[in-house]
Nanobody, 113 residues
């Protein structure tokens, strides 16, 4: 059973920073990362990172967000800088193992203008 515990969301002014964390129980996950869903929109990729450190980012966050992971702690992080109002969404932790996807409960990030 995989259990994901997210933390770090909140309210921040535009231009500010937040750091999200997600601790995962269980296996070593081949892929860890973050998706987000804004009101009225589909869930979209934000950033993912593989076990070896390869990363993939949405174009909208490149240069502003950094995804990282601590394999010893089974934890993935998302450092978000230069936040914009359009970054407002529920952010979901995502992990994959043996082609099975798991999702966190979501954490709200709100960026005020």
């Amino acid at each position: 059973q995989v259990h994901l515990v997210e933390s770090g969301g909140g309210l921040v002014q535009a231009g500010g920073s937040l750091r999200l964390s997600c601790a995962a129980s269980g296996n070593i996950f081949s892929i860890m990362g973050w998706y987000r869903q804004a009101p009225g929109k589909q869930r979209e990729l934000v950033a993912i990172i593989a076990t070896g450190g390869a990363t993939n980012y949405a174009d909208s966050v490149k240069g502003r967000f950094t995804v990282s992971r601590d394999n010893a702690k089974n934890t993935v992080y998302l450092q978000m800088n230069s936040l914009k109002p359009e970054d407002t969404a529920v952010y979901y932790c995502y992990v994959q193992v043996i082609l099975t996807n798991y999702w966190g409960q979501g954490t709200q990030v709100t960026v005020s203008s």
